[in-house]
T-cell receptor, first 113, second 113 residues
Framework: AQSVAQPEDQVNVAEGNPLTVKCTYS??????LFWYVQYPNRGLQFLLK??????LVKGSYGFEAEFNKSQTSFHLKKPSALVSDSALYFCAVRDGRDDKIIFGKGTRLHILP | DAGVTQSPTHLIKTRGQQVTLRCSPKSGHDTVSWYQQALGQGPQFIFQYYEEEERQRGNFPDRFSGHQFPNYSSELNVNALLLGDSALYLC????????????FGQGTRLTVV
């Protein structure tokens, strides 16, 4: 069965500094990997995805993520954090042979002005 | 494009009652998934509907049931409500292409008292 782990409950970063939100996954087949962001009292907004190809994928709002097959990781990154990036971030995985998307427990990103 | 729409946005029910939540998928999407997000947790997969049939189901009791209509809209029904059913219920729609990301609605906040 597929699973996702987000080892950090919260990440604090100063505005203007680079940020990384960690994610590791476990699937039986080929992984489809996603990052979503959630603002208070809102649904989830899609940021980016990895299906195949280039290990570095670029997404919305300047975010990018690096797929590492050997480490089964898909860390979210941004070169320069903004206060408006403060939100709850979810990593998710879909097994290539399955339809449902499984989410991690989330990491709260707090950007300090 | 209206995106994924859910109704109602908020709901308060009493233990033992029944509730129906509604979802209209994004235009062009034919697959609808439902998730339960408890406070401080990641979304948990309830079930997925495609071609008016339940295609997959997560680890939820039979009190949770659903339906998909010919226009791809969907309902989530929960019977015999428990206090523990209080959560944000998210609907997500996706297309047929493998690896496509899911688009989420704003959610329905259900409070059971």
């Amino acid at each position: 069965a597929q699973s996702v782990a987000q080892p950090e409950d919260q990440v604090n970063v100063a505005e203007g500094n680079p940020l990384t939100v960690k994610c590791t996954y476990s699937v039986s087949g080929n992984p489809y990997l996603f990052w979503y962001v959630q603002y208070p009292n809102r649904g989830l907004q899609f940021l980016l995805k990895y299906i195949t190809g280039d290990n570095l994928v670029k997404g919305s709002y300047g975010f990018e993520a690096e797929f590492n097959k050997s480490q089964t990781s898909f860390h979210l990154k941004k070169p320069s954090a903004l206060v408006s990036d403060s939100a709850l971030y979810f990593c998710a995985v879909r097994d290539g042979r399955d339809d449902k998307i499984i989410f991690g427990k989330g990491t709260r990103l707090h950007i300090l002005p | 494009d209206a995106g994924v729409t859910q109704s109602p946005t908020h709901l308060i029910k009493t233990r033992g009652q029944q509730v129906t939540l509604r979802c209209s998928p994004k235009s062009g999407h034919d697959t609808v998934s439902w998730y339960q997000q408890a406070l401080g947790q990641g979304p948990q997969f309830i079930f997925q509907y495609y071609e008016e049939e339940e295609r997959q189901r997560g680890n939820f009791p039979d009190r949770f049931s659903g339906h998909q209509f010919p226009n791809y809209s969907s309902e989530l029904n929960v019977n015999a409500l428990l206090l523990g059913d209080s959560a944000l219920y998210l609907c997500a729609s996706s297309g047929r292409e493998w690896g496509t990301e899911a688009f989420f609605g704003q959610g329905t906040r259900l409070t059971v008292v």
